[in-house]
Every structure is written in structure tokens, then in C-alpha cells.
């Protein structure tokens, strides 16, 4: 189903020209970056997350937090796109123009991270928006699968992308958010996404081939890609552009290809998949992002490279007292995934909410045990240095022990792996845990070490968790390992 009209309509077909290699080089930032830290799925009456009970908190911690830059509010290409010839007119900014206005009066700026379909689940699982347009759904083939069930509803489902109604609207609807926000200066970038949400990870393969045009799914998508980057790219925005990556199955080279998309249009490239594992396996970062930031860092002018996490981060980094959800387990604890980012070349962080509201509102659950090393981070963020202080594990786990009994001990090694030197205040430790350190109120000159023994002493059953924090000179102090046992009878 591929025709933008009624049969026995004429169609105009639009079709955009490429413009000149040499101007496609360029990009709308004249300057290296400055690292910003934007709040990701900020409180909104229409995407419900963190939750309506914070609404009021985050615009008084964290909106008007000089460590928050700006504000990433999902912009759902249906809330604004009412369909050709519509009561009143095709596009109303009416809704989200107000949702926005807040921040703008904070001074915050708002990047925009533009929905053609729904994240996961259902086309309409937020709430009375659909991402797609009904009157797009209307003209595509649709499909679901068990990674997007739907709703039951043809609203509900999978839109065919590269089919001609859904690419020809949706390149419509770009250029007209293009011209609405025109110098503004109160917004700092977009991200347009292909898939769910304003990502370019593709669900329901299996279901789409049958509509695939002569060639593969993977090439498919890649090509909408470059088609989609080269429009915009032709409709001269004024404001920098960021477009999406990710692997496909494991394949980097899926990564690899959108990212050269990106840098050949003079955009910058975003990942919305940072998790503790990158920090492990490093020099192989999921999708790749770490070796294609440092690839692209020596492009001129300075692409962004922005980053966002797989999911809200786990802080206590063993689940403690519970998780969400897995991915929050594999997020992991914010601080060492900011540290290792600006290592790495990112100078653009979409940061969840819940996160900062962590870091920054008392009454946010968590705040009291975590808040200082979430501020310390967010802070540090901004000087575009890593931490200087290495650990020899972030994480140590004790198994199963007798309450009662003493675990053999544990050792965490501390380097200074910075040019100053460092100076290391008392180390603390909280649940049932103890330790011994050579650190303590020490000075580490640059490359010295220091070790931390740990020991678990459970003194009730179940699973106990626990932290160690080392204060210090460096400005991402503290650094923290986080500490896990079960106590048995």
C-alpha cells in the first residue's frame, strides 16, 4: 500500500536534490562544542515518565539546576501534524509550544528529539498520541511482532517506513519543524528519528520483509537514512543536527554506515545506548560509539556527539534495593559512565530524569544516599575531563555467607592516573561491610597506589548491599565501588 492518493487523483511527486559535496561538509557549528547535560523525558502531560507526583519538583531541583543545560521533550510528529487539508490547518504548535515554554523561561535550552513512531510497544501507547499520523498509518502497510505487539488497533501498529506516503509526509513535517523553530535561539539541536522514537533501531524484521522493495532490510534502512539526512541537509537548518546510531544484531558496520551518513551531511552523531559494559569492554563500546567519536573528533568544525543511557541508571550498581527493570541494571551507575563519556569524546549527555532528580531534589527516593556523587559528576561533566583516580573494580560481590560469619577480604586497588597530585580524604563504607586502607588521608603523586580491604559480615539474611566511596582532590569525587552479599541463616 504505497499510494499517497486515491487512485484516479494526479500525484505531484516531490523529489529533493542533493546540494554540492563541498556545502554538504559544512555544519551550523562554527566552534568546538561545549559539553552540555540535557534532562531526557522531562515531566510531560502527554509521555508519562518519570511521573506526574514529580512534575512540580523538577522545575524547582532540577529545571532551574546551573548543572542542567537543557531540556530533550519528545516532539511526537502527530501532535502537530493533523493531516492535509485539517479544520484550522495542517500543523498546530499549539500544544507543544506550551509544554515548552517553561523551560524557555528557566533559560533552559530545548533540544528536540523528533518521534516518527512510537518508542516500543503500540504506535499508541502514549496515551491519546500516536507518533505516526492515523492519516499516515491510513496510506502504509502496517505490521506488529512480539517486540511491538501493538494495541489492537491499526493506529497501534508498525508503520512499512520506506514506503512513498510515509517518507513523503514525513519529510513535510521536517521541513515545517525547520521552519517553525527558525532562529530560535532558545533551541539547540534535533535529532529526527527513523524508528521508535528518535532512534534508528528497527523492530518487527521478520514481519517487514515481505515488503522490502529489491534489496535488503539492512540496506533498506540504511538507505532511508541517507535519503532522510540528505533532505534535511537540502533544507539548510539553522540550528545543528544529530543523527541517530546504533548496530543491528551485533553487526558495527550497521553503526559504522549511519555514522558516515552523518559526518557527510556536516551532522553530528547521537547513541541512546551508554551502559556500564562499555566501560569493561572497552576499546569495543556498544554500536561502536566510542571508536566513532574518536574517529570524527579531528573533523572541523567539531561535530556533537551526544549520548544518551540505555535506561535510568542503577546507582547502587547491584540493584539495591531494587530495579526497575534489566535495563537499569545495565546502565548501572551514573558517575563512571559520565567520567568514561568525556573521555571519550562526548560533548552532548541526555540525562534521565529520574537521574536527575536523584541527584538533585531531597525528596526524590535515593537522594540522601547518592545524591553527592550524581552532583559531583554532573558538575565535572562541564571541565571535559575524565577522572584521574582508576579503580581497580567498581564492583565487588561477596556470594552467600552465614550471618554471623566473616567473608574472606576483598581488595580494591586506587590509582593516580592523573599529572597532579591527588589527595584522598578518610575512605567511608555503609551496610554490612568493613574495611582497611592504606589510603586514607594520603597524597598518591601521579601513577602511585593505594588498596582498600573489604570484608562482608552479614548480620541479617537476604541481599545486603553495600558502598564504598573514596573522597578525594578529584573533581569526580567520590569515587565509588559498589559492594553485594546475601546474608543465609
Known amino acids: 500500500m504505497t499510494d499517497l492518493l486515491p487512485r484516479g487523483t494526479v500525484a505531484i511527486v516531490l523529489i529533493a536534490c542533493s546540494i554540492p559535496l563541498a556545502l554538504q561538509a559544512q555544519t551550523t557549528v562554527t566552534q568546538a562544542p561545549k559539553i552540555t547535560v540535557n534532562a531526557a523525558f522531562p515531566p510531560l502531560n502527554y509521555v508519562p515518565f518519570p511521573g506526574p507526583q514529580y512534575a512540580a519538583d523538577f522545575l524547582k531541583y532540577v529545571a532551574s539546576s546551573p548543572l542542567v543545560d537543557g531540556v530533550n521533550p519528545p516532539l511526537l510528529w502527530s501532535m502537530v501534524d493533523n493531516g492535509p487539508g485539517a479544520p484550522g490547518g495542517q500543523y498546530d504548535w499549539t500544544a507543544f509550544d506550551a509544554v515548552i515554554q517553561p523551560y524557555i523561561k528557566l533559560g533552559k535550552t530545548v533540544n528536540l528529539t523528533v518521534w516518527s513512531i512510537s518508542e516500543s510497544g503500540a504506535n499508541s501507547e502514549n496515551y491519546s498520541n500516536h507518533a505516526t499520523p492515523p492519516y499516515v498509518m491510513n496510506l502504509v502497510d502496517t505490521v506488529t511482532c512480539p517486540a511491538f505487539p501493538g494495541d489492537g488497533t491499526l493506529a497501534g501498529s508498525y508503520p512499512v517506513m520506506w514506503e512513498t506516503p510515509f517518507k513523503h509526509y514525513y519529510k513535510q513535517f521536517i521541513t515545517e519543524v ?25 523492530n518487527c524484521e521478520a514481519e517487514l520483509t515481505k515488503f522490502l522493495p529489491d534489496q535488503s532490510f539492512r540496506q533498506t534502512i540504511l538507505n532511508l537514512d ?11 537548518p539553522t540550528f545543528p543536527i544529530i543523527g541517530p546510531i546504533s548496530d543491528y544484531d551485533g553487526d558495527l558496520t550497521y553503526a559504522e554506515e549511519e555514522a558516515a551518513n552523518d559526518i557527510a551531511e556536516g551532522f553530528g552523531i547521537g547513541y541512546q545506548g551508554l551502559r556500564a559494559r562499555d566501560i569493561i569492554s572497552y576499546p569495543t563500546c556498544s554500536s561502536d560509539w566510542c571508536n566513532l567519536f574518536s574517529k570524527y573528533s579531528t573533523v572541523r568544525p567539531t561535530p556533537l556527539f551526544e549520548l544518551q543511557p540505555v535506561g535510568q541508571s542503577d546507582p547502587s550498581a547491584t540493584c539495591t534495593p531494587f530495579c526497575w527493570d534489566g535495563v537499569q541494571q545495565q546502565t548501572g551507575p551514573l558517575p563512571p559512565l559520565l567520567s568514561f563519556a568525556v573521555e571519550h569524546h562526548a560533548t552532548v549527555f541526555e540525562i534521565y530524569a529520574n537521574d536527575l532528580l536523584l541527584a538533585l531534589d531531597p525528596a526524590y527516593p535515593g537522594y540522601a544516599d547518592y545524591h553527592d556523587g550524581y552532583q559531583h559528576a554532573l558538575s565535572a561533566v562541564h571541565s571535559g575531563q575524565g577522572s584521574s583516580v582508576t579503580l581497580s573494580s567498581t564492583t565487588l560481590n561477596f556470594g552467600n555467607l552465614r550471618e554471623g560469619a566473616s567473608s574472606a577480604p576483598q581488595t580494591i586497588t586506587v590509582t593516580n592516573a592523573g599529572s597532579s597530585l591527588l589527595k584522598l580524604d578518610p575512605v567511608t563504607i555503609v551496610g554490612d561491610y568493613s574495611e582497611t586502607d592504606d589510603c586514607s588521608s594520603r597524597n598518591l603523586a601521579t601513577g602511585q597506589q593505594c588498596s582498600i580491604s573489604i570484608v562482608f559480615a552479614p548480620t541479617i539474611s537476604g541481599t545486603l548491599g553495600g558502598l564504598l566511596s573514596i573522597h578525594d582532590s578529584d573533581p569526580w569525587s567520590p569515587q565509588t565501588v559498589a559492594l553485594n552479599g546475601t546474608g543465609q541463616k
Do not use: K
Open 226 to 236: 541517507l535519503e532522510i539526512l540528505t533532505y534535511i541537509r537540502s533544507q539548510n
Open 178 to 202: 525547520l521552519r517553525h523553530f527558525e532562529d530560535n535561539p532558545h533551541i539547540g539541536y534535533i535529532r529526527f528519528g527513523l524508528t521508535g522514537g528518535a532512534a534508528i533501531y528497527p
